[in-house]
């Protein structure tokens, strides 16, 4: 999960600083969804375009390969997709038009092939390091023996994920790799999911000091299947496996030098421009400075392989700003110092869109600029701790109890209200847009069965045994009957929670009064808790087994699907992983989530995710929120083609129309 | 008076301290692990004394720590944004100063004529209106719709860029100008009244001296004490009111920093940072003892 400020998915690291409330813009074509103002345009035209970031935006570490330390920081939509992705490509690239798919033709490579237990990887010829080199097999070895030597640092790791589910790697010619995995798997998932995590690494990177002679760091021609680990001996700082061979040890070092270059306490991010490592690029763009700030500046990178839009920019420079308010101030002020090509509208800023329309009129105050709605492949949503050591946890394992509170969120009264207009209601795990074929048409065609209805909710409740008493619903039935409260619950038991929301977000916290609101009026008592951002997730995801884990209710924005861009569940709903922030657990949820892992054809995987789909929308694992689209405003006269749902973005497309 | 200042510059090492001590056993006790974070694994088994001892032995060498979510060491940060919130603040005070001295004056001087109650009314609007609404007021008019200021701070790198840009530093120095003159008229107004009722002012009346030269010389002088006692204590509100006006005018300034820090739990940043306002306002505190002492020979000679 990457999220604005906020880490992406998929791993420990990711989650402990993660999630929330998603940017982004990107790739080519005409715009999804714009409205104009009027005045011409006053952009600074010609070869140069300015990005403002969103607010808190951070992108200060070049290393693609993070530990989750680093990770918790810096695998943000800042840092990865708007810094690292534009300097050095990852091995496939996603984001093809408004969908989350893989997209070839900018791609280092081209389509993974199958065969049997065997996946072949094709590098394209055309790609270069600035340096000269090619683009080749040996860099994606590289990424991969690093991996397995350091896998319990990286912040992808997964127990279950790579490198763990591939038995070698090797290069086959220059230009081929081919890994064996470990069956079974789905081909939909590996690409989507495994794939999409490798960016390759230049040979210059294969050091461990300064005056190293690129390639001598001996983790690059190392053999996948020399480099072994002791999983019994972990190192007692960082947890991870001591390395045993020759090779994972060269491979430790290679990364911890690289780490230190990344993050270094003498050159400070205002050297990376120039710096040995880090210069020496295979994406569209070059660093030409890095402020402490946090002002990037960009130049066309010349010997970059990959596809160009004809008279596309060639400097992009990228600004931090201290608030929404004040990246308003200046996109409103023609005149000011520095001018805005890009950047962000808050929500409360713009007028509501007419009914059924992706985007609505452009402010009268920006006339210069025409708005364009974002939306990201995500999910928003809620959990419930079903680990609750404070006597909640009965009430949440109780389906219609979690169908009662779905029946008690006002999806389309935030949507309307606070997002005004710009806003998405989540039925389940895989978004409703953009429209996706892991999508049940079943579920499209349901629309949400969980719309705002308190009395039914009410009355839900009040069939399973509670009486509403003194304004609560208290058990007055205990027991595992039909019409009982349900197992582990006892009399007298009340419906009465505390929810924990993420603070300065101004549409999360209406939404989080509104269902306190609904709820009261239902009979169920929410307690609400505002919080920093970082708390909720802290609180949401540090729950031990030896310890209590008392928070019952936790909200904080969303879960973005990268660079794991298939919402599959194994991530985020199959009982016992890290990112199950509450811990759900369901024999029938789990089997389902396998059966799309091991789906073996894509038709397969998407009746798999169908199938998954429909049963995690009716039972509610998490209590489903609305989704916020980001809205972005482009100065008159630059085209940035299509804003990409997941989460990249290629300014060397951008370009000023004549 | 050196003896005084000996005495004065004590206190505040001593004030300090204790203000280290209280931030460093807050932050301990904030959930997370924050001595783990500043200090590195295995801190949290050590005794707290030890950890405030190892955190102050690496600040006495200068070394204020990493931050844990930017890619940079305290020291770089707070050399990057202290100087913009120097800037910010100091103008800010300077200008109000300059401003609410003789407005305060004069209202002492007028009491209840049209003057001062023009005067009382602007300073309470002042007085009560946040630096927010303030500063959107300015942009809005004198930015958006006039173009005549920028509708950002300076967004030069470095602080020569910063104060060689007067077109985007008016409105964010005038923000903050504003609410500051309004705290310091109202103390001035006070005290200037207080000094005129006193014998000596009657004395110097008596004796036939210029009602001009009266206030001037006499009225000013005393007056001065309280504010100048004012202006060194008001200093962490200054930087308060400063990180409002840093996130308005988007400038990363030590408020903003120290902000974003706090909500992030970046305990080396919050820790440096507060480490460095708390210094700020004991000297602050110390400079304003030793103005009351140059202004109020009175001062300098009591001994407790």
């Keep these: ?658 | 008076m050196t003896a005084y200042l000996a005495r004065r510059v004590l206190q505040a090492v001593a004030v300090v301290l204790l203000v280290t001590l209280i931030v460093f056993g807050l932050i301990r006790l904030a959930p997370g692990g924050a001595a783990v974070g500043v200090l590195g694994s295995g801190s949290a088994h050590q005794q707290f004394l030890v950890e405030y001892l190892t955190w102050l032995g690496h600040v006495l060498t200068g070394n204020l720590g990493r931050s844990l979510r930017l890619n940079e060491s305290v020291g770089a940060l707070l050399a990057a944004s202290l100087p913009r919130t120097l800037v910010l603040a100091g103008l800010s005070t300077l200008i109000a100063l300059l401003i609410a001295v003789p407005v305060g004056l004069i209202q002492a001087v007028r009491r209840n004529s049209a003057i001062d109650h023009v005067l009382r009314g602007l300073t309470y609007l002042l007085y009560g209106a946040p630096p927010f609404v303030l500063g959107l007021l300015l942009i809005l008019y004198l930015a958006v719709d006039a173009h005549i200021f920028g509708a950002e701070g300076p967004q030069a790198p470095g602080i020569g860029g910063f104060i060689t840009d007067p077109r985007d530093l008016t409105l964010p120095v005038a923000t903050l100008t504003l609410v500051t003159i309004a705290i310091f008229a109202r103390y001035m107004r006070s005290s200037a009244l207080d000094s005129l009722g006193q014998e000596y002012v009657e004395a110097a009346r008596a004796r036939g001296g210029r009602e001009g030269r009266v206030v001037v010389s006499h009225v000013l002088r005393n007056s001065l004490v309280p504010v100048v006692t004012l202006l060194g204590l008001s200093l962490p509100q200054i930087v308060g009111g400063a990180l409002v006006v840093e996130i308005l005018f988007n400038i990363q300034g030590m408020g903003w920093q120290i902000w974003q820090a706090a909500v992030n739990h970046d305990f080396p940043v919050t820790l440096g940072f507060t480490l460095v306002i708390g210094v700020a306002a004991a000297l602050g505190s110390m400079l304003a003892d030793i103005g009351y002492a140059v202004l109020d020979p009175r001062v300098r000679t009591w001994q407790p």
Excluded at chain 1, 478 to 501: E, R, V
Excluded at chain 1, 553 to 576: I, M, R
């Design chain 1, 1 to 658: 999960m990457r999220s604005g400020g906020h880490p992406r998915g998929g791993t420990v690291g990711a989650c402990c600083a993660a999630v929330g409330l998603v940017l982004l813009l990107a790739a080519c074509g005409p715009a999804a969804g714009s409205a104009s103002g009027g005045a011409p345009a006053a952009s600074s035209g010609g070869t140069s375009a300015t990005f403002a970031m969103q607010p808190g935006g951070i992108a200060q570490y070049p290393f693609p390969f993070m530990g989750s330390v680093q990770a918790s920081t810096f695998d943000s939509v800042f840092n990865v997709d708007e810094f690292q992705y534009l300097l050095y490509r990852p091995l496939y690239w996603f984001g093809n038009g408004t969908k989350p798919y893989m997209n070839p033709q900018v791609s280092l490579a081209y389509p993974p092939v199958y065969q049997g237990d065997e996946v072949k990887i094709k590098l394209k010829r055309n790609y270069k390091w600035s340096n000269g080199e090619a683009v080749d097999a040996q860099d994606v070895v590289f990424w991969m023996n690093m991996m397995k030597a350091e896998g319990a640092n990286d912040a992808y790791f997964s127990t279950t994920g790579l490198p763990s589910d591939v038995t070698s790697v090797r290069a086959v010619g220059q230009y081929e790799v081919t890994m064996r995995i470990k069956t079974p798997f789905s081909q939909s998932w590996f690409s989507s999911n495994e794939l999409s995590e490798i960016t390759p690494m230049p040979l210059a990177w294969d050091v461990t000091s300064g005056t190293a002679k690129p390639g001598s760091g001996g983790c690059a021609g190392a053999s996948y299947s020399s480099i072994t680990v002791n999983p019994n001996n972990l190192n007692s700082a960082t947890e991870e496996p001591a390395p045993v061979s020759a090779s994972a040890k060269a491979c430790a070092a290679v990364f911890n030098y690289l780490t230190a270059q990344a993050s270094p306490a003498n050159p400070t991010p205002t050297t990376y421009a120039n710096s040995p490592l880090w210069s020496v690029v295979d994406g569209p763009w070059k660093l030409v400075s890095l402020t402490t700030a946090g002002n990037l500046k960009l130049t066309f990178n010349s010997k970059y392989g990959g596809p160009v839009a004809p008279h596309h920019i060639t400097t992009f420079i990228e600004l931090p700003f201290t608030s929404e308010q004040a990246e308003y101030n200046v996109l409103q002020d023609p005149t000011a110092g520095q001018t805005i090509d890009v950047g962000y509208l808050p929500t409360v800023d713009a007028p509501t869109p007419p009914a059924g329309a992706l985007v609505g009129a452009n402010p009268s105050t920006l006339p210069d600029y025409h708005l364009s709605a974002q939306y990201l492949w995500q999910l928003s949503y809620m959990p419930y701790n079903f680990r609750n050591t404070t006597g909640e946890a009965p009430i949440f394992d109780q389906l219609y109890f979690r169908q009662a509170f779905q029946l008690l969120v006002d999806q389309e009264g935030v949507i309307n209200g606070p997002l005004h207009g710009y806003g998405k209601p989540t039925v389940g795990p895989v978004a409703l847009y953009p429209s996706t074929k892991y999508l049940s048409q079943k579920v499209v065609k349901e629309g949400d069965p969980w719309a705002l209805n308190i009395q039914k909710a009410k009355s839900v409740i009040s069939g399973h045994g509670w009486t509403v008493e003194h304004g609560t619903f208290t058990c007055t039935s205990p027991g595992t009957g039909p019409h009982d409260c349900g197992a582990g619950i006892p009399a007298n038991k009340q419906l009465k929670f505390s929810m924990i929301y993420a603070s300065g977000v101004d549409w999360m916290e209406s939404a989080a009064r509104e269902l306190s609101s609904n709820a009261s009026l239902a009979g169920i008592t929410l307690s609400l808790t505002e919080e920093p951002f970082s708390n909720v997730v802290g609180t949401a995801f540090g729950c031990t087994p030896t310890k209590p884990c008392t928070w019952q209710l936790a909200l904080w924005g969303s879960w973005t699907y990268s660079p794991d861009y298939l919402p599959t569940g194994d991530t985020l709903f199959e009982g016992g992983v890290f990112n199950n922030a509450g811990d759900y657990n369901s024999t029938t949820d789990n089997q389902l989530i396998t059966d799309t892992l091991q789906a073996r054809t894509p038709a397969e995987f998407d009746a798999a995710m169908h199938t998954w789909d429909s049963y995690a929308t009716n039972q509610l694992p998490v209590v489903y929120e609305p989704d916020e689209a980001n809205l972005i405003e482009t100065v008159k006269g630059l085209d940035i083609g299509v804003l990409n749902s997941a989460d990249t973005i290629t300014p060397e497309d951008w370009h000023y129309l004549k």
